[in-house]
């Protein structure tokens, strides 16, 4: 088998600098789950996911990779920000679609050139991904499939007269947490999917054809990811799956330290859920709903109900958090500006919190990092030391590292203060009974 989009040095070298900030910095830690499922170099590919987390998803499946380059279809606006962008991420394999409700409908048209070029890409045995979503969702749930991927797999099918064997590979991503850095990503390989028997029916009932072909996509995708159905209580499941869920995935025997092996007991708890009696449902999603607005509103966790955190140890955390402050405010920069940027443009501006990752994660890998670092370097260099610009450059990866995470020790070191000042007041008495009633009702419920 021929090697297809074999990838030269410098894009080599760029994903290897990508790989680093994402495997080791933006991630603790990866898994990529059934990869043995995707076909070898040279078969013709679609992968299609589903979209949760903005430009962190696509950028998740071509991590996935090692041995290829992977063509993207994705949002088109952000190939408007300067030709020299347009250029860049063109020459990476990313490719834009216009959207009627973004881009307007008089752009549409210009898709057509972005699916002769994927579907050149498909025969050549590429591999291409896409989002049949369009936009990504805000939470953890499928949402409704557009046709576009279908049409794009048949119709390369047809540009190469049906002599060719065409894939779809359903996958998925799941996060332990959407937010921030040194979490936790998974991708997840399900069963290719092969265009060929379809192509006598796709003739003469194209329509009927795609249809029977997102069905099985559709099936796929939902069993492998957390797919929360129920919107209206989404809060309250959400909640459950993450404070009740840890003692539910324990008593299965769990390794609640493994995501993929969570992931399915998070998917097993959400379907008991949602299979209760109706009356039975609605007294523990209320419940659940109540100790989440309580743990909220008092800044504490849910753990805390299981063990409280004692007094000597908080205030040795304490003494530490401020001894390390200003090895802290040293290490902000440059990171506390890429968060700002982050914000302002995905809560401030485009009102849409899942694109905080795009802005934090994605664009400080491929563009401010390394502007940071090389201005950094050049004017330390000048005004101090050249070796103390290049040891800065060389430590930014632990730098970043750092600040994140004490940043989120502070916060767990807030809410067991909050917690110690308030565990014998009412409020905490009436709340621990609460899930006292409610964590009783779901053991003899979900034997």
């Known amino acids: 088998m021929k090697r297809v989009a074999k990838m030269a040095w410098p894009y080599r070298a760029l994903k290897a600098y990508i790989r680093f900030y994402h495997d080791k910095v933006c991630y603790r830690k990866t898994y990529v789950v059934d990869a043995e499922n995707v076909p070898e170099w040279g078969t013709p590919l679609l992968i299609v996911s589903n979209h949760q987390n903005g430009s962190s998803d696509p950028l ?23 030709p020299v962008a347009n250029w860049f991420l063109r020459a990476i394999g990313l490719l834009p679609a216009f959207r009627i409700n973004h881009e307007g409908e008089d752009a549409l048209g210009n898709n057509a050139e972005t699916f002769k070029v994927s579907e050149k890409a498909l025969l050549d045995g590429e591999t291409v991904v896409m989002y049949p979503e369009a936009g990504h969702q805000d939470k953890h749930w499928l949402g409704t499939f557009s046709y576009g991927y279908t049409r794009l797999a048949f119709e390369a099918a047809e540009m190469g007269n049906f002599e060719k064997e065409i894939f779809i590979l359903p996958a998925c991503n799941h996060y ?34 795609q249809r029977e072909v997102n069905k099985l996509v559709r099936e796929q995708i939902s069993s492998m990811m957390l797919d929360i159905r129920d919107l209206e209580h989404y809060d309250a499941v959400d909640f459950l799956r993450e404070t009740y869920g840890l003692r539910y995935a324990r008593r299965s025997g769990t390794d609640v330290r493994n995501l993929p092996e969570h992931l399915e007991s998070d998917k097993k708890l959400v379907a008991a859920i949602a299979a209760l009696p109706e009356q039975s449902r609605e007294e523990i999603l209320s419940d659940a709903e109540q100790l989440r607005l309580g743990v909220k509103k008092n800044f504490i966790r849910d753990s805390h109900f299981d063990k409280s955190p004692c007094l000597a140890g908080v205030c040795l955390r304490a003494v530490a958090a401020l001894a390390l402050f200003p090895l802290w405010v040293a290490s902000l920069y440059p990171g506390i500006f890429m968060l700002a940027v982050a914000k302002y443009f995905s809560i401030g501006r485009m009102k849409d919190r899942m694109m905080e990752s795009t802005f934090l994660v994605c664009l400080s890998i491929l563009f401010w990092i390394p502007i940071f670092s090389i201005l950094t370097f050049v004017l330390m260099g000048i005004f101090f030391s050249w070796i103390a610009a290049a040891a800065w450059v060389l430590l930014l990866p632990a730098i970043f590292i750092f600040a994140w995470c004490y940043a989120r020790q502070v916060k767990r070191l807030g809410q067991d203060i909050s917690w110690l000042l308030r565990k014998k007041s009412g409020d905490m008495s009436r709340l621990g009974k609460l899930r006292e009633s409610m964590y009783s009702s779901l053991d003899s419920l979900l034997k």
């Open 176 to 209: 332990d947490d959407y937010f921030g850095i040194q979490n936790e990503l998974m991708i997840r390989y399900g069963k290719p999917i092969s265009l060929k028997p379809y192509y006598e029916l796709y003739k003469t009932k194209p329509r009927t054809a």
């Open 60 to 82: 998740g499946i071509v991590m996935s990779f090692r041995d290829r380059k992977v063509n993207v279809i994705t949002r088109a606006d952000v190939f408007a920000i300067h």
